[in-house]
């Protein structure tokens, strides 16, 4: 038999689509390499001795996604939570940004990151990184040498911003990031560069038609925010008057989907531009705690997911308060619920295994075709988390599905018993 070849035992729960939840009790996860071979109620026999590591009572669900997150803003998480997002940004995010200057404290603010990051329920992330060049490639290594997966991005800003975070014209900042890209492009075996407009009203035309165009020359991704906050988005109606609506704006830019595979983060209020969106095949980040946090408002989730429009959860600390996914699951389904009892009755609330969906599959749609994330099917990559729940004590006897629901409530980081990125335990 192929010693490459190994088996998980436990307590398995994945959600394939949105709607179906599986539940194998005393289930066999089985891998290959990398990838995922499949989920059985009982050791096939084809499979008779190869080796298996029996984690008894403990869940065992896919490795999370988290889709938006700012590694620079994670030594500030929980501060300034009084604020809305534009007077938050000046207050705090760009004070602290302006800090990664100096490698030293990036490296030990970027270290702390990556190594809670490590410690979360999640396999693969999206991140923010800042400005800087230097520590952006720093912040790479860090999580390179967790063994996670991560799509990082150097931000890009050029207006609008304060001096010690603007660049100083458009081609200096194209120049720097094309650097960073030839620097980082296949450097690492899964950590890789996405483009990263902080949004419109940091961004110059210039630049911004610019980032598009390197995101095209070099097949990468592209992040970004569109749509969270009031204030934000007229601004954005002043900047670009010419445009129909924020997803508009970009689109003339040359940074919405199509030919470069974007991520958008929250996208509160995007209506009219929904088919836009669908069109453009943009993913969006779901953030809901953030959107709680600094008074941005519900995202409109479950008409986005009946348009169409593919959608996956970020924590996006620091305006989120917790790197947890499993913690932005909840919020997502207490949100929906808030926006179907005070926006429109005809918006359903999220159920627990959409939320389950959004925050493992549905954001890892994203990292496809590339790789498949976020499930147990066959192919998909060999992504885990091993979480041991016996703490979260219990008056009667419970079903697997009811276990992973107080799961996603109520289990900490502490409960994380083990964690396999690509086939390989990286916790």
Known sequence: ?????????????????????????????????????????????????????????????????????????????????????????????????????????????????????????????????????????????????????????????????????????????????????????????????????????????????????LARKYNLPVQSHLSENVSEVKWVKELCPESSGYADAYDRLGLLGGDAPTVMAHCVYVEGEEELLRERDVMVAHCPGSNANLASGIAPIRRLLNDGIRVGLGSDVAGGHSLSILRAMSDAVQASKLRYACVDRGEKPLSLTEAFYLGAAGGGKFFAPNRLVGSFEPGYAMDAVVIDDSGLRKGQQLTLEQRLERVVYLSAESDIKAKYVDGVKIL
């Open 1 to 213: 038999m192929n010693q490459n070849i190994f088996a998980l035992h436990g307590q398995i729960a994945y959600a394939p689509s949105a709607d179906v939840l599986r539940a194998m009790e005393n289930g066999y996860l089985i891998c290959r390499g990398q990838d995922v071979l499949g989920a059985f109620d009982s050791l096939p026999e084809e499979y008779a001795g190869i080796p298996v590591t029996d984690y008894g009572d403990c869940l065992i669900i896919p490795g999370l996604v988290d889709l938006h997150v700012h590694a620079p803003q994670y030594a500030f998480r929980g501060l300034g939570m009084n604020l809305e997002l534009l007077d938050w940004l000046n207050r705090y995010t760009f004070p602290e940004e302006q800090k990664y200057a100096d490698l030293s404290y990036a490296g030990a603010m970027y270290g702390i990151f990556a190594d809670d990051l490590l410690h979360s329920a999640t396999t693969r992330a999206v991140v923010f990184a800042t400005i800087h060049g230097p520590a952006t490639v720093l912040l790479m290594n860090k999580l390179a040498d967790t063994g996670l997966g991560a799509m990082v991005g150097k931000v890009n800003m050029d207006r609008n911003s304060p001096e010690g975070l603007c660049e100083s014209s458009a081609e200096a900042s194209l120049a720097a990031t094309e650097e960073w890209v030839n620097d980082t492009l296949g450097r690492f075996a899964r950590v890789s560069p996405i483009i990263t407009p902080r949004f419109i009203p940091s961004c110059t035309d210039g630049l911004s038609r610019g980032l598009g165009e």
